[in-house]
């Protein structure tokens, strides 16, 4: 009898490298030492061009570029490659995170039937303990957050957008990303309406990944503006207002 094909693996991975390949290098070679068994593919989309540092290399799962003619916002660049997964989950990445073990297949052997959005806890350089949940995202929340005595919350409102492990059913029925937030403020948005379409955000509690952060918002005035802007969008938005009803 002929060997059955082995069963597809069940993730497609999208990075987005702003002149970032020598970040993506190193997650790359973990992704494959670590997680190479559930990787279907990686769409790696170039939004500027760069140096080609990952010429000649070869991984355990195949790495489908997409170079843009001109640059895409965050949304706009996860939501085209999106139209190229073919698999239940669809792993939304920045290249600057990082694994010391394997995250992936535990955190899909965790996924309840009603969670729409999966995450790792965080860690972020110099801490000794992963990032704290994060709370509804109010003016009142960011002040707040900055006083002693300041309580997290134990179950996520939102999952930063570093890194959110999607059924691809669930990313489909909400369309992706909304774009018009550009850069900062869409993963709010569609955690907010994943919640309102009925679905969980689940966390791995026993799941850590790192994140080698690049905080430019804090070094450049156009990041800034960026994150500003977009602050304001999602509290004129009508699924922020949706959500906090929700959350009251």
Not at 24 to 36: M, N
Not at 195 to 200: I, Q, S
Not at 232 to 239: A, E, N, P, R, Y
Request: hydrophobic share 40%; with cysteine; charged share 25%.
């Amino acid at each position: 009898m002929p060997t059955p094909p082995s069963p597809r693996p069940p993730i497609t991975i999208s990075i987005v490298s702003h002149g970032q390949l020598a970040l993506v290098l190193p997650l790359l070679e973990q992704l494959d030492r670590h997680s190479r068994e559930v990787i279907d593919k990686v769409l790696l989309t170039l939004n500027i061009p760069e140096p080609d540092v990952l010429a000649g290399r070869n991984w355990g799962f195949e790495v489908e570029r997409i170079e843009n003619a001109s640059p895409k916002g965050f949304g706009a660049n996860h939501n085209q490659a999106f139209e190229r997964c073919g698999t239940p989950w669809f792993l939304v990445l920045n290249p600057d995170i990082r694994f010391d073990s394997d995250v992936l297949t535990p955190l899909l052997a965790q996924a309840a039937a009603d969670a729409g959005l999966l995450t790792p806890r965080i860690l972020e350089p110099g801490k000794a303990e992963p990032e704290p949940h994060r709370a509804m995202l109010t003016p009142l929340e960011i002040v707040g957050r900055k006083k002693p005595g300041y309580v997290r919350p134990t179950v996520p409102a939102w999952i930063p957008g570093l890194f959110m492990l999607f059924r691809s059913e669930v990313y489909r029925q909400l369309g992706g990303f909304d774009e018009k937030f550009f850069m900062y403020g869409e993963d709010f948005d569609i955690c907010a309406r994943t919640r309102l379409a009925g679905w969980k955000l689940q966390v791995g509690e026993d799941l850590v990944a790192r994140h080698d952060a690049q905080r430019e918002s804090h070094r450049s005035k156009k990041y800034l503006y960026w994150h500003v802007t977009s602050l304001l969008k999602v509290w004129l938005s009508g699924s922020f207002w949706r959500y906090w009803r929700l959350r009251s």
